[in-house]
């Protein structure tokens, strides 16, 4: 770029920045820069409360103890200070884990217990000697633990899951299909099922697989807390069937016979199941009682069994002639 060029540029910046509108306007920023920066050192002078975190974590734990709540623990802290203390608090580094080495607070009722005053101190020798604690939530502390009584739940569905029209629910799996739950032996006895957190999974036609915490259980620990699930819908067609009509409730010494002795009952199914669909299965009987000893001229008929996989069936005809034979 040409000399003159630059020099130009440079006497127009020049003039712009020292005109007397910007002269005044530069002499404005200054002093806003200025009394900002009074006002923020006041404000960090000053006395301040705020609320902080401090973690809480249960050490040295032996192998023989099962921990049956979280073994660490954020506790809410409200503290008293200078500003630009309180500051360093909120905006720098957190203050260090407090370390509750198990054998100082296990008790003889299966549980390691912090008072009130015992977190104060703890809390206190991870912050600054000029700052004053106020309040702690939870005021104290109690990690519930066993020796290993457990107890393994099969793992159940909580919620509901529905494939999208024109298909159904293969298949649904739980991997592990049931967990072990560590408690004390009043909570193992009640227990039955480990209940997945609320699940609703709608609308679906393909394979869905995710990953789900189970429901926590009161004073007690869950191995593992997630599980698995994993969804298989399958698209529904059309099938029929003939099936043979089995006479029921016959006079003794008599035949009843059935016009026709079969007929077709039509049903919906998943796909993958269409080919190994048991006709044998299905039972359609026809009741003599119904007939009113013979005064009917056509005999009822009743599905009353049918294979779990098939969807809806239905019979063709739910009457048929009939004749009986001595």
Not at 235 to 255: D, H, R
Request: net charge neutral; aromatic share 10%; with cysteine.
């Amino acid at each position: 770029m040409p000399r003159h060029v630059i020099r130009n540029i440079t006497e127009m910046i020049r003039d712009f920045l020292f005109s007397t509108i910007n002269k005044e306007f530069l002499i404005f920023l200054f002093f806003l820069v200025l009394s900002t920066t009074y006002w923020i050192m006041s404000v960090l002078n000053d006395t301040m409360e705020r609320e902080i975190v401090v973690p809480v974590q249960l050490t040295e734990i032996p192998d023989n103890a099962i921990v049956l709540s979280d073994e660490t623990i954020p506790l809410k802290v409200t503290v008293r200070d200078k500003g630009y203390t309180v500051a360093a608090y909120l905006f720098g580094d957190e203050p260090s884990t407090v370390k509750l080495p198990f054998a100082t607070y296990a008790r003889s009722e299966q549980k390691c217990m912090v008072s009130n005053a015992e977190l104060t101190k703890l809390v206190s020798s991870q912050l600054y000697s000029s700052t004053k604690i106020l309040s702690i939530k939870p005021e104290k502390l109690e990690f519930p633990y066993n020796q290993g009584q457990h107890k393994r739940l099969p793992v159940m569905l909580k919620g509901t899951v529905k494939p999208a029209d024109s298909y159904h629910l293969a298949r649904m799996t739980f991997d592990p299909d049931s967990v072990t739950v560590y408690s004390s032996p009043s909570i193992l006895d009640s227990l039955r099922v480990a209940y997945t957190e609320l699940v609703n999974i709608h609308n679906f036609n393909d394979t869905i697989r995710r990953k789900v915490k189970l429901t926590a259980i009161r004073a007690s620990k869950i191995v593992p807390e997630e599980i698995t699930l994993t969804l298989y819908p399958d698209i529904l067609i059309e099938g029929s069937a003939m099936v043979t009509i089995t006479p029921i409730n016959v006079p003794e010494g008599y035949t009843m016979r059935t016009f026709p002795s079969q007929i077709q009952v039509d049903y919906v199914v998943g796909a993958s199941r269409y080919n190994s669909v048991d006709v044998s299965r299905f039972t359609i009987y026809a009741d003599y009682a119904a007939t009113d000893n013979g005064a009917e001229k056509k005999c009822p008929l009743r599905l009353v069994k049918s294979p779990s996989e098939v969807r809806h069936p239905v019979m063709k005809e739910t009457h048929v002639d009939y004749l009986l034979e001595q």
